[in-house]
């Protein structure tokens, strides 16, 4: 074990917090903390979670961040068994996952929550850029990693994939659309100043706050941590995860100005409006071409189905981000296009979907 306790714990009891190979536990003992949670590498399903890089990934990050952030973003690490495969964190409780309030109480009820999930990915790139060398270091002690051929391989699967599809829509990429996109996967790949540490899972299940009160946000799953261009991490504030429908739109509710002013701090590039927005915009792209690869199966979905919706608002949502920010302008006609066949296609998806009586910021997708 590393880190290990200086005092002696006996385990109380513990419950699973499904579906995910984590449990909360509770301890017995005059020195020991009420209660921690303990991450493993499962065995023996199909759907386990077997490789402990992820371990490895998130005992590294979490405790580079200890040392550039002070500790003040991430819960602590308190021990680790590799060989084991076990983690064991500091337990955040009683903050609750973001994500979980929102769909309970909707966006407007806790605009300060987004507040400080935005200023907190912020804070996360700002902390972490330009110690990329340092974090890999760290993380080269615990197993092999190669950090820019998983970056290239990622890139391109999402490349290929979209314009495959594309193709099948009728909507070939060619001529100046296919030079931007170029220029998108080399902006993403080479992300110069703005290459920054991230989750690799930048939604707003994976920030933990107070309900009421001080937000007090801690981030957590760290399990594919890796250095990125950091406006991929702003994404999730554009265009809908997942979870969501909608987000809104962030630069109306503020939240693109609380994260940009927590990246600025590490970044002062992020302050020159081209060059951030030539950061953002292909970053919003990448995804919306990622979410894209999910046509065929959409497709074959029955009418009504939230998820195609989803699809249509990621591709909008990407390209009016594009628009905003004056950039990209071949590549945001070409997604407009495949958008605009999609509800064709899909014609009980052809809604407006900015209207915010209809399709609130992070309406969920069922």
């Given at each position: 074990?590393?880190?290990?306790?200086?005092?002696?714990?006996?385990?109380?009891?513990?419950?699973?917090l499904?579906?995910?190979?984590?449990?909360?536990?509770?301890?017995?003992?005059?020195?020991?903390?009420?209660?921690?949670?303990?991450?493993?590498?499962?065995?023996?399903?199909?759907?386990?979670?077997?490789?402990?890089?992820?371990?490895?990934?998130?005992?590294?990050?979490?405790?580079?961040?200890?040392?550039?952030?002070?500790?003040g973003?991430?819960?602590?690490?308190l021990?680790?068994?590799?060989?084991?495969?076990?983690?064991v964190?500091?337990?955040?409780?009683?903050?609750?996952?973001?994500?979980?309030?929102?769909?309970?109480?909707?966006?407007?009820?806790?605009?300060?929550?987004?507040?400080?999930?935005?200023?907190?990915?912020?804070?996360?790139?700002?902390?972490?850029?330009?110690?990329?060398?340092?974090?890999?270091?760290?993380?080269?002690?615990?197993?092999?990693?190669?950090?820019?051929?998983?970056?290239?391989?990622?890139?391109?699967?999402?490349?290929?994939?979209?314009?495959?599809?594309a193709?099948?829509?009728?909507?070939?990429?060619?001529?100046?659309?296919?030079?931007?996109?170029?220029?998108?996967?080399?902006?993403?790949?080479?992300?110069?100043?703005?290459?920054?540490?991230?989750?690799?899972?930048?939604?707003?299940?994976?920030?933990?706050?107070?309900?009421?009160?001080?937000?007090?946000?801690?981030?957590?799953?760290?399990?594919?941590?890796?250095?990125?261009?950091?406006?991929a991490?702003?994404?999730?504030?554009?265009?809908p995860?997942?979870?969501?429908?909608?987000?809104?739109?962030?630069?109306?509710?503020?939240?693109?100005?609380?994260?940009?002013?927590?990246?600025?701090?590490?970044?002062?590039?992020?302050?020159?409006?081209?060059?951030?927005?030539?950061?953002?915009?292909?970053?919003?792209?990448?995804?919306?071409?990622?979410?894209?690869?999910?046509?065929?199966?959409?497709?074959?979905?029955?009418?009504?189905?939230?998820?195609?919706?989803?699809?249509?608002?990621?591709?909008?949502?990407?390209?009016?981000?594009?628009?905003?920010?004056?950039?990209?302008?071949?590549?945001?006609?070409?997604?407009?296009?495949?958008?605009?066949?999609?509800?064709?296609?899909?014609?009980?998806?052809?809604?407006?979907l900015?209207?915010?009586?209809?399709?609130?910021?992070?309406?969920?997708?069922?």
């Open positions: 074990m590393t880190d290990v306790y200086a005092f002696p714990v006996l385990v109380d009891c513990w419950e699973r499904q579906p995910w190979a984590v449990a909360r536990v509770r301890l017995r003992g005059a020195a020991a903390p009420r209660s921690v949670v303990v991450k493993w590498v499962e065995t023996g399903s199909a759907e386990a979670r077997t490789a402990s890089w992820r371990l490895h990934n998130e005992y590294a990050a979490l405790q580079f961040l200890g040392d550039v952030a002070g500790g973003l991430t819960p602590r690490v021990a680790a068994d590799f060989a084991a495969g076990l983690l964190l500091e337990d955040l409780a009683p903050r609750v996952a973001l994500d979980q309030l929102l769909r309970r109480d909707g966006a407007a009820t806790h605009r300060e929550r987004l507040a400080a999930f935005a200023h907190a990915r912020g804070e996360l790139s700002a902390a972490t850029a330009g110690q990329a060398a340092t974090y890999y270091a760290r993380r080269a002690e615990l197993g092999p990693i190669d950090p820019a051929a998983d970056r290239a391989g990622r890139l391109a699967r999402s490349r290929d994939g979209a314009v495959q599809h193709v099948a829509l009728g909507v070939p990429l060619a001529g100046r659309a296919a030079a931007e996109l170029a220029a998108v996967l080399d902006e993403l790949y080479e992300p110069g100043p703005f290459l920054a540490l991230s989750n690799g899972d930048a939604e707003a299940n994976n920030i933990l706050l107070h309900a009421s009160g001080p937000a007090d946000a801690r981030l957590i799953d760290f399990e594919f941590a890796g250095y990125a261009h950091a406006l991490d702003a994404v999730c504030l554009y265009i995860c997942p979870a969501w429908i909608t987000v809104g739109n962030p630069t109306a509710t503020g939240l693109a100005g609380h994260y940009r002013r927590a990246l600025v701090r590490g970044i002062p590039e992020a302050a020159d409006d081209r060059r951030y927005g030539f950061g953002l915009a292909p970053a919003c792209m990448s995804w919306a071409l990622v979410r894209l690869q999910r046509f065929t199966l959409l497709d074959t979905r029955s009418p009504g189905d939230d998820s195609r919706l989803q699809l249509i608002e990621t591709l909008e949502a990407a390209a009016r981000t594009a628009q905003y920010h004056r950039t990209l302008p071949h590549l945001t006609t070409w997604v407009g296009r495949i958008a605009t066949l999609l509800r064709r296609r899909w014609p009980d998806s052809d809604q407006d900015t209207d915010p009586a209809r399709f609130p910021p992070y309406r969920a997708r069922h």
